[in-house]
């Protein structure tokens, strides 16, 4: 139902002191408790820098973040929704404003009469205003829930800045470490062809049986077929790392580094409480659920009646009898809308919005529970992995030293050729996990990293990856 009145000054002076009353009242959105006073783990060490990877000291990996900074297509994806936030949160706030129009209408008509035909010109020109007075707060809490949207989105850029240099230098530290371990194969093959020749030197001499010679091939052989293996993963992680980069898939991206660096120690975590601050996507879970506490109060005030000020203000001219009825004209009006009969549908709205509400807080919460849990995990990999370490640097000194003696009492002529190539398949073996374990160790730093968080990601430009998206779609 709606009614239409002019309306006394004194109502309107009322209606501006009391807008901006509130039906609801902001909802707790705090962090599950207790938070534990520690991390189980410890993390003692140094501070997590703020451009992390730069602890590795190469500038072949500062390039390639440098690079997936400005040409990552999901970074353009995130920027535009932030656009798209940002350009909401401006509606929104325009919403708290008076709208002013300008309506003009002109026109030419003719009439007959005892007094013979008239043709005449008519026109009207005006100013018309309109502002929703806020009496329930409706629209500022809409305001808000656009608002915190858009600080949410920008979170979850920085969370994507984060979670994209951890990809970079995983995928460029894998490629590394495949190309180690295709050297370590070729090394090896290279290896076991010198053996095999001395061991068909032997037998042409009639020292050794052709079993032997047999199963120096076969261990040749066996070293052959996994040389494919690094081949293809260097390969395979240069190519994921080139879509990282919003290229097509290339070979050679990542250099020609062949070295593993040393790991850094672990960096200091912290205490679980400083880590929700340094989370974009824990923060940005947050100001979700902030937003969804504003639309409840939106979706309150909706079920309430709303007060409209409408004002008109302009010229007109009107041809009558041969003349011309000219002047100014005016209206200041109240226009009051209250919802009478919606089969529910309002109700309904602020059922779901709790509803979203409650969901969103539940959210909030698994955000801070993963985040504590990420860093506990990587804090535990690492040490489990720097342990693993250096039991496999003792294999390795042990698969060496016993390749060597296994060797020599072969060519001596103490025992045969099998101690041999077990020694050698071992002493392979243990050279590639020990690649493969500190390659491990620097992921699980990344991993850290990347579970610590940090702020450097606010310093990074995001208006060279819109601008790249923008290329990109013309």
Not at 53 to 75: I, Q, S
Not at 377 to 401: N, V
């Amino acid at each position: 139902m709606m009614s239409r009145l002019s309306f006394p000054i004194p109502l309107l002076i009322l209606l501006l002191l009391v807008a901006g009353c509130t039906l609801h009242a902001p909802q707790a959105t705090e962090p599950p408790h207790p938070l534990p006073a520690a991390f189980l783990e410890g993390g003692g060490g140094d501070v997590l820098p703020g451009r992390w990877w730069e602890t590795f000291g190469d500038p072949r990996l500062d390039a390639l973040m440098a690079e997936a900074f400005t040409g990552n297509l999901d970074l353009a994806q995130a920027v535009a929704r932030l656009d798209q936030l940002q350009a909401l949160s401006r509606q929104a706030e325009a919403g708290r404003r008076p709208t002013l129009n300008v309506e003009g209408r002109a026109g030419r008509e003719g009439s007959s009469s005892f007094g013979g035909d008239a043709v005449g010109t008519s026109y009207r020109l005006s100013l018309a205003a309109a502002f929703e007075v806020d009496l329930w707060n409706k629209i500022r809490s809409r305001r808000d829930a656009a608002r915190l949207e858009e600080e949410a989105s920008r979170e979850e850029v920085a969370a994507l800045y984060l979670r994209l240099s951890a990809q970079v230098a995983d995928l460029y530290y894998l490629a590394v470490e495949q190309r180690a371990q295709l050297r370590l194969a070729d090394s090896t093959i290279a290896a076991y062809l010198d053996a095999l020749a001395r061991v068909e030197d032997r037998y042409r001499e009639g020292l050794v049986p052709a079993l032997d010679v047999y199963q120096a091939r076969q261990n040749l052989a066996a070293a052959r077929a996994r040389r494919p293996l690094p081949e293809a993963g260097a390969a395979q992680a240069e190519h994921a790392l080139a879509v990282l980069l919003g290229r097509f898939p290339e070979a050679g991206l990542a250099g020609t580094v062949v070295e593993l660096p040393t790991a850094p120690e672990a960096f200091a975590a912290g205490l679980p409480s400083e880590l929700l601050a340094r989370r974009p996507d824990v923060t940005a879970a947050l100001l979700r659920l902030r937003a969804s506490d504003a639309r409840i109060g939106a979706a309150i005030a909706e079920r309430f009646p709303s007060f409209n000020l409408l004002g008109t203000y302009g010229y007109s001219s009107t041809p009558f009898g041969g003349t011309d009825i000219s002047g100014d004209f005016w209206s200041l009006l109240l226009q009051l809308a209250a919802p009478v009969l919606d089969g529910g549908r309002r109700r309904a709205e602020v059922e779901r919005s709790r509803a979203l509400f409650r969901e969103n807080l539940a959210r909030y919460h698994q955000a801070v529970l993963g985040a504590v849990r990420e860093v506990e995990d990587a804090l535990s990999a690492g040490r489990a992995t720097e342990a693993r370490i250096a039991f496999l640097a003792e294999r390795q000194s042990a698969a060496e030293a016993t390749l060597r003696l296994s060797t020599e009492r072969y060519r001596q002529g103490l025992s045969d050729y099998l101690p041999v190539l077990t020694a050698q398949t071992l002493h392979f073996e243990a050279q590639s996990q020990l690649i493969a374990a500190r390659r491990q160790l620097i992921a699980d730093r990344i991993t850290l990293a990347r579970a610590l968080g940090g702020d450097w990601m606010m310093n990074v430009p995001v208006v060279s990856v819109a601008s790249e998206a923008k290329d990109f779609s013309s």
